[in-house]
């Protein structure tokens, strides 16, 4: 079975801390991912990575960075937390396999920012 | 880049009824179109994909269908139970890399 764990369920910060979230894959995955989900916008792409030290943007990558220095971890950082960061926090990770591929994700990190 | 929709956001339907959840998407270079499951309180899970070369996959309740002409895919569930009650999410993926998520479906299943 593919396990994909987080850092932390829940996590209670405030505005203009730094902020870590971490994520490992035990699959030796080459691809993985951070979502940010919110109610009524589904999961929405924040970063991607197919490689170590590899990463690309997704479709909301404004206020938050990563970093992926060994295959099996992918963190997610909030340079400067604020509170419209406030949100559900899932982590995903896949093979490829041609064309499309399934993701295997993890139990989430609840943020709250105050 | 691609845009994913969903309608409808919320269904409710009797126990032993059909639901059905209907996605359109932008890129006409997508050719994989995964649908996950999420249970209150749980992480999304994969419950059924279909690719370009398909027009329609089924598994046991669980059908989908595509037009890739139309740009739209649609996810069946026959005969449905209380725990077909979820969020479930369409997506479609442009590249061998990445899906994009529609903004998801809440069923609740009435017994």
């Known amino acids: 079975d593919v396990k994909v764990t987080q850092s932390s369920r829940y996590l209670v910060k405030r505005t203009g801390e730094k902020v870590f979230l971490e994520c490992v894959q035990d699959?030796?995955?080459?691809?993985m991912f951070w979502y940010r989900q919110d109610p009524g916008l589904g999961l929405r792409l924040i970063y991607f990575?197919?490689?170590?030290?590899?990463?690309e943007k997704g479709d909301i990558p404004e206020g938050y960075s990563v970093s992926r220095e060994k295959k099996e971890r992918f963190s997610l950082i909030l340079e400067s937390a604020s509170t419209n960061q406030t949100s559900m926090y899932l982590c995903?990770?896949?093979?490829?396999?041609?064309?499309?591929?399934?993701?295997?994700f993890g139990p989430g990190t609840r943020l709250t920012v105050t | 880049g691609e845009n994913v929709e969903q309608h409808p956001s919320t269904l409710s339907v009797q126990e032993g009824d059909s639901a059905v959840i209907k996605c359109t998407y932008s890129?006409?270079?997508?050719?994989?179109f995964p649908w996950y499951k999420q249970e209150l309180g749980k992480r999304p899970q994969l419950i059924i994909d279909?690719?370009?070369?398909?027009g329609e996959k089924k598994d046991q309740r669980i059908a989908v269908t595509l037009n890739k002409t139309a740009k739209h895919f649609s996810l069946h569930i026959t005969e449905t139970q209380p725990e077909d009650s979820a969020v479930y999410f369409c997506?479609?993926?442009?590249?061998?890399?990445?899906?994009?998520f529609g903004p998801g479906t809440s069923l609740s299943v009435i017994p």
């Open positions: 890129d006409s270079a997508s050719n994989y």
């Open positions: 279909i690719r370009s070369n398909v």
């Open positions: 990575s197919y490689d170590v030290k590899m990463k």
């Open positions: 995903a990770s896949s093979s490829p396999s041609g064309t499309g591929d399934e993701q295997y």
């Open positions: 997506a479609a993926s442009p590249d061998s890399r990445k899906v994009i």
């Open positions: 699959m030796d995955h080459e691809n």
